[in-house]
């Protein structure tokens, strides 16, 4: 990743945070100022859009397929969010989502229930060789 996100505290100097962003030049990254909230911006941002794609798959608005192809070619996305999902870890998107409900208090965090059935058989994505797609074989393959 080309990116880090640099969460200045609340008794964090200004030369501290200077000190990072250099740290984080020198290591050929892009710094970012985020402030301390839960997710900080890219998982904020990131995370509730993945979800709302499982809202999207279980309520049947869309295929695996579909969705996935319609937000690479209609957002210009390098891969689907079920993909991305996967590949991040569907038990590590619960995760955040639990962290952003229970820190915000705001239920638009709440986990999609197909991802916590997902979750509980233990369908993680990529790391267990199986999630939205089926990993066993060449290529991955839906599995709904």
């Known amino acids: ?53 499982i809202f999207a798959l279980g309520d049947g608005v869309g295929s695996v397929v579909d969705i996935d192809t319609g937000l690479k070619l209609g957002a210009n996305h390098p891969m689907g969010p079920l993909t991305l999902a996967d590949f991040v870890g569907l038990d590590t998107l619960l995760s955040i989502m639990k962290v952003m409900q229970d820190g915000t208090g705001d239920p638009k965090y709440r986990p999609a229930p197909l991802l916590v059935k997902y979750v509980e058989a233990g369908w993680y994505g990529r790391k267990s060789g199986r999630g939205f797609y089926d990993y066993t074989g060449a290529e991955p393959v839906p599995t709904r």
């Open 1 to 53: 990743m080309a990116l880090v996100e640099i969460i200045p505290g609340l008794a964090t100097s200004s030369e501290t945070t200077a000190a990072m962003q250099g740290f984080a030049a020198r290591l050929g990254k892009t710094a970012i100022l985020a402030g301390d909230a839960p997710a900080f911006i890219v998982n904020r941002v990131l995370c509730p859009m993945l979800n709302e794609a």
